[in-house]
């Protein structure tokens, strides 16, 4: 079946700028989307991106897509403590409403 | 405000019994989906939901049944065939438009214990 991957964990500086990374193997997806999960708490849209775009930017967030290698970034800048959370990647294709998840990176933020 | 939510937020359950974890969203979703999360596991799917009276099951259904009655509400219980069911239980509802059912909303959460 179709694949998400994603590093498990990422640790940062506060102040420094945070890179996500995520691979899918499904060719045909058509949405990607970033979610964000704070300790104990649901999954919450960051942002997403159309598989026709390649970068979308939205205040601390840039989202780059390289659909040739099917790669997927997310990057926070100036990361904060509040953004120590668990950070998941997700696709759907098309008319699909299963969208595939990544396990997730837990990124860590120390001062 | 429009939103997801579940209930309750922790359970504890003695093993051998059945529970039922609430969800009800007012977003007029068409879509819901039940998630179990385990640490280091990221989401797996338990169940999913097009439409009333419909669902199909997902990647880990044994042990658990749902009911999709009204728009608004799709129950997940857990039996007492669920081997182990310690884990942190998600539900999401998505919204079907122009022939694509965009992001998935999701709730809070009920933390499941069985003692």
């Known amino acids: 079946g179709e694949d998400v991957e994603q590093s498990l964990f990422l640790s940062v500086r506060e102040g420094d700028s945070s890179v996500i990374n995520c691979t899918y193997t499904d060719s045909s997806s058509t949405y990607l989307y970033w979610y964000k999960q704070e300790p104990g708490a649901g999954l919450q849209l960051l942002t997403y991106?159309?598989?026709?775009?390649d970068m979308k930017q939205d205040q601390r967030l840039t989202v780059l897509l390289n659909k040739k290698d099917k790669h997927l970034s997310l990057r926070i800048a100036d990361t904060q403590t509040g953004d120590s959370a668990i950070y998941f990647c997700?696709?759907?294709?098309?008319?699909?409403?299963?969208?595939?998840f990544g396990r997730g990176t837990s990124l860590i933020v120390h001062p | 405000d429009g939103g997801i939510t579940q209930s309750p937020k922790y359970l504890f359950r003695k093993e051998g019994q059945n529970v039922t974890l609430s969800c009800e969203q007012n977003l007029n979703h068409d879509a819901m989906y039940w998630y179990r999360q385990d640490p280091g596991q990221g989401l797996r799917l338990i169940y999913y939901?097009?439409?009333?009276?419909?669902?199909q099951k997902g990647d880990i259904a044994e042990g658990y049944s749902v009911s999709r009655e009204k728009k608004e509400s799709f129950p997940l219980t857990v039996t007492s065939a669920q081997k182990n069911p310690t884990a942190f239980y998600l539900c999401?509802?998505?919204?079907?438009?122009?022939?694509?059912?965009?992001?998935?909303?999701f709730g809070p959460g009920t933390r499941l214990t069985v003692l």
């Open positions: 939901s097009q439409i009333v009276n419909d669902f």
């Open positions: 991106i159309f598989s026709n775009m």
């Open positions: 999401a509802s998505a919204f079907y438009e122009r022939g694509v059912y965009n992001e998935q909303f």
């Open positions: 997700a696709e759907t294709s098309g008319g699909s409403y299963i969208p595939t």
